[in-house]
């Protein structure tokens, strides 16, 4: 069974930046992705980057590129999601999940984990 902890959500004006952490608990094969997906109200989940354990390749939403960073910290068993230039349509809970290939295409998919989440919210 993997446990998953989110932290670092808040509230931000625009144009500003927030860290999310995911701690992670239990057995993760390297064969697995971790990610971030963010629902917001009346919205369905959808992916924003996630990373592939054994290799380190990173994925990301075109909506996301070149303002957000996944990284990974295996010693800590941690995931981190560094959020710059904030809008307010990044407003959304965001949630960590861990899992198959899935997971990498940012799509939600079947039997994976699945974290509380932490609630961003960036306004204008």
């Known amino acids: 069974q993997v446990h998953l902890v989110e932290s670092g959500g808040g509230s931000v004006q625009a144009g500003g930046s927030l860290r999310l952490s995911c701690a992670a608990s239990?057995?993760?094969?390297?064969?697995?992705?971790m990610g971030w997906f963010r629902q917001a109200p009346g919205k369905e989940r959808e992916g924003v980057a996630a990373?592939?354990?054994?290799?380190?390749?990173?994925y990301y939403a075109d909506s996301v590129k070149g303002r957000f960073t996944i990284s990974l910290d295996n010693a800590k068993n941690t995931l981190y999601l560094q959020m710059n230039s904030l809008k307010p349509e990044d407003t959304a809970m965001y949630y960590c999940?861990?899992?198959?290939?899935?997971?990498?295409?940012?799509?939600?998919?079947?039997?994976?984990?699945w974290g509380q989440g932490t609630q961003v919210t960036v306004s204008s």
């Open positions: 999940a861990v899992g198959g290939s899935d997971i990498c295409l940012l799509v939600k998919g079947e039997n994976n984990y």
């Open positions: 239990g057995y993760i094969s390297i064969t697995y992705c």
């Open positions: 990373i592939y354990i054994g290799g380190g390749s990173t």
